[in-house]
């Protein structure tokens, strides 16, 4: 049983380690105040929506996660989910998703699918992941220059027509602080430690404020931010709301898996360290049952916020939970402020967040990589962007499975032996001693080579129906056939039963296990009979001359030693 990572490291934390964790903490924090800022206001809530899931999904992760260093809140990943779920069902309909998401999470988490999430295609991943960076990007536009546009379209491409057709009305204004919070934040990490990020919302909330620049805040827009988290509602739902909104929760449970999962995993390589991937799931499943409750967004690990951590010393859940209180403490007294911050500010600090996401240079060399590979890559982001990253992962798994049958039909191939086994024996004697034995006559051998799954079986039928002799005796050879599945047993099954109707027997050789047990189990040993079944070609020919009266012809004496010795 897994349990929370707190629990094993409080015991062995010393004082030294608990400062350099308090230290890491405390910066995160303040780092993490202007993305959950952003992150919240690009979803389409409310800025304080996004700080109060930073500090109650930020606690509970690190409280009860499987990872020692991992950052929870709101990412940029769930911005295009959160503000589409928004659009159809409002506010109550995104709250209740997002706490079915959390149910998903935890059972995902108790039923050991922490592993099973690196399962899912890298293409698959990158171009969700470079899609969802574009459109953060293409929404910030508005705001990174000024435009005025009343109601900016969802759709991407109205989107951009709308920007082009409102370049007339560019506010320099803006597109002034927007440059110099950008210029901050590329260059001031290469010189100080300080992040960039917080030294531009400082910098460019001061020169707006006394300088009495024309540019929209957070004021402005969204009024006075609450200095205090407010008290948990239940929300009530039914089987019917469920139903509705199953699919959209799903989609927030698998990114929310795929992100922390994948963050957790980017952390233990940079401390050496391993998660408890099942527990994180069931922490992240928590954090967005809970989050709801206050009004709060989905969650997830945040990878730039982890690296964050880990950079400043942080090596225990501690910093995590100091973030939390952090920002809890920065909202109830410090809150007011906040509504200070420019809007082309926060835009621009989207606007990197993006660009960092975008893996382009991933992106680029799987342009490199085979075909089927780059069809899902291109495929998963234009759906991405076009349409949604529900239907844009569903695509993407669904052509990888179908591309990846198609793999493994092609590394499958099928034919029979004419006259002679080069490659005699399953238990490789020397081949010496059995040079020139040569297949009875009246006897085929049929040899599979590769898994004999489902893409692969219409090998199998296609070169029967070249097959025009009518031998007495059929071997079929399955000594590199790792596996099979339902079709290649009912494939067998037929073909043995089309062989039964013209008088041919059916004998099997070099059966491995995890076809023996598929047979066992499908009742094709009983309907072949176990004598039909060798492990290995030599005792099948063997039981061919037996069948068909031939004198078995004595091997020579270092064979027979030799496949004594193998048998062994």
Do not use: C
Not at 169 to 197: E, H, M, Q, R
Not at 401 to 423: C, H, P, S, Y
Not at 450 to 478: C, H, V, W, Y
Request: glycine residues 8%; positive net charge; aromatic residues 8%.
């Amino acid at each position: 049983m897994e349990y929370p990572k707190l629990f094993t490291e409080i015991r062995t934390i010393t004082k030294e380690q608990l400062l350099k964790d308090i230290s890491a903490g405390v910066l995160v924090g303040i780092v993490a105040l202007p993305l959950a800022i952003a992150f919240g206001i690009a979803s389409g809530v409310s800025p304080e929506k996004g700080i109060i899931t930073a500090i109650i999904a930020g606690f509970i992760i690190s409280a009860f996660g499987g990872s020692k260093v991992q950052i929870g809140g709101p990412t940029g990943a769930f911005i295009i989910i959160v503000y589409g779920i928004l659009q159809e069902y409002g506010m109550d309909g995104l709250l209740i998703a997002t706490i079915i998401a959390g149910i998903i999470l935890i059972l995902m988490g108790i039923a050991k699918l922490g592993s099973v999430i690196k399962f899912i295609p890298y293409p698959v991943i990158v171009g969700f992941t470079s899609g969802i960076a574009l459109i953060i990007f293409t929404t910030q536009i508005k705001d990174l220059f000024g435009l005025q546009i009343s109601q900016v379209p969802t759709e991407f491409h109205l989107k951009w027509y709308a920007y082009l057709n409102a370049l007339n009305t560019i506010n320099l204004d803006s597109l002034f602080i927007s440059a110099i919070a950008l210029i901050i934040i590329i260059l001031w990490p290469k010189k100080f430690k300080v992040p960039g990020t917080l030294i531009a919302i400082l910098i460019t909330t001061l020169i707006v404020r006394y300088f009495h620049f024309n540019v929209n805040t957070i004021g402005s827009i969204f009024g006075e931010l609450p200095s205090n988290l407010p008290a948990p509602k239940l929300i009530e739902f039914n089987l019917s709301t469920i139903r509705h909104l199953f699919v959209p929760a799903s989609t927030i449970a698998i990114l929310a898996a795929i992100e922390s999962l994948l963050s957790a995993v980017v952390a233990d390589g940079m401390i050496g360290s391993k998660h408890r991937s099942n527990m994180e799931l069931i922490a992240q499943g928590a954090a967005n049952i809970i989050t709801p409750l206050f009004g709060g967004i989905p969650a997830t690990g945040a990878i730039a916020r982890t690296a964050t951590n880990i950079k400043n010393g942080g090596r225990t859940p501690i910093a995590g939970i100091v973030h939390a209180l952090t920002l809890l403490l920065i909202l109830l007294f410090f809150g007011k402020f906040a509504t200070l911050i420019p809007m082309p500010t926060l835009a621009a600090v989207l606007v990197v967040v993006s660009y960092h996401m975008s893996e382009w240079r991933a992106f680029k060399s799987l342009l490199k990589t085979p075909k089927s590979d780059v069809i899902i890559l291109i495929s998963t982001f234009i759906l991405t962007i076009f349409f949604d990253l529900t239907i844009a992962i569903q695509v993407g798994m669904l052509l990888a499975m179908v591309l990846f049958m198609r793999r493994m039909a092609e590394v499958t191939n099928v034919g029979f032996i004419k006259n002679q086994l080069n490659d005699y024996s399953d238990t490789k004697p020397d081949p010496n001693a059995i040079q020139n034995r040569k297949i009875p006559e009246g006897v085929e051998v049929f040899e599979i080579n590769g898994p004999f799954f489902f893409g692969a079986t219409s090998k199998f039928q296609d070169e029967l129906r070249l097959f025009n002799t009518s031998p007495k005796i059929i071997i079929l050879r399955m000594r590199n056939v790792p596996a099979i599945d339902a079709t290649g047993l009912n494939t067998i099954r037929e073909f043995h039963s089309n062989m039964t109707k013209k008088n041919i027997r059916i004998i099997l050789s070099g059966v491995h296990s995890q076809p023996i047990i598929a047979m066992t189990q499908a009742g094709l040993i009983d309907l072949i009979g176990e004598e039909y079944i060798f492990g290995n070609i030599d005792d099948a020919l063997d039981k061919t001359r037996e069948l068909l009266d031939i004198p078995v012809q004595g091997r020579p004496d270092d064979f027979v030693a030799t496949v004594a010795r193998e048998k062994k």
